[in-house]
């Protein structure tokens, strides 16, 4: 299903400077722009996977204060694999088991590692093919202009965690992965039940 979940970089900027100096983030959304994502679109969740330090001073989306805001400071890669990881996974997974969340945009600041590595997840979910995975990862990497944003450093760390995971395919591997952050057949179920047409 189309327009329930949107995939953005931060809808604000990073919040900057020094210790006693701090700046809250720049405005990235006029509010025209800002009325387009909340009416147009919908959008009633902005999940926002940065760190406190990232989005020191808010206390609400840049959407505005009728759409729901929800901070869970996000791993990615190799980093969804330690405790932390998995439930930081966990409670980001929880945001869309909930019906009333949708529509929902997820961001990090540059939609890329912490975004990537959670799309990757929902995706594999759904039943998108592992070639299909890396592809949309890799459109990721059109956001920069060096050569720095490249699987072996990212990507690979994220599928390799995987492997240790049981399943013939990615898409198995992935929900095993699902499965040991606490969630079952009946939540991965709810899940596709509310994402994919009959």
């Given amino acids: 299903r189309q327009g ?13 400077g020094e210790d006693g100096a701090r700046k809250p983030g720049r ?30 001073f808010m206390t609400e989306s840049p959407l505005g204060p009728t759409v729901r805001w929800i901070n869970i400071s996000s791993s ?46 929902l995706n594999a979910l759904l039943g998108v093919e592992e070639e299909e995975l890396w592809r949309d990862w890799e459109v990721t990497g059109f956001l920069f ?3 720095s944003f490249h699987h072996e450093k990212r990507f690979d760390r994220l599928m390799k965690g995987f492997e240790k995971y049981p399943g013939g395919t990615a898409n198995a591997r992935i929900e095993a992965y699902v499965k040991d952050c606490g969630f079952t057949d009946a939540d991965i179920a709810a899940f596709r039940r509310i994402m994919l047409e009959d």
């Fill in 27 to 56: 405005k990235r959304l006029t509010e025209d722009t800002a009325r387009w994502g909340r009416e147009w679109l919908g959008i009633r969740t902005d999940l926002d996977l940065r760190t406190p330090r990232e989005i020191e």
């Fill in 145 to 147: 202009d060096n050569t």
């Fill in 76 to 121: 990615d890669y190799g980093g969804m694999f330690g405790k932390r990881g998995k439930e930081q996974f966990a409670k980001c997974f929880r945001v869309f088991l909930d019906e009333g969340n949708y529509p929902i945009d997820f961001h990090c600041i540059a939609g890329a590692d912490r975004t990537g590595s959670l799309a990757c997840i």
């Fill in 4 to 16: 329930l979940i949107y995939r953005s970089e931060g809808l604000n900027g990073n919040a900057s």
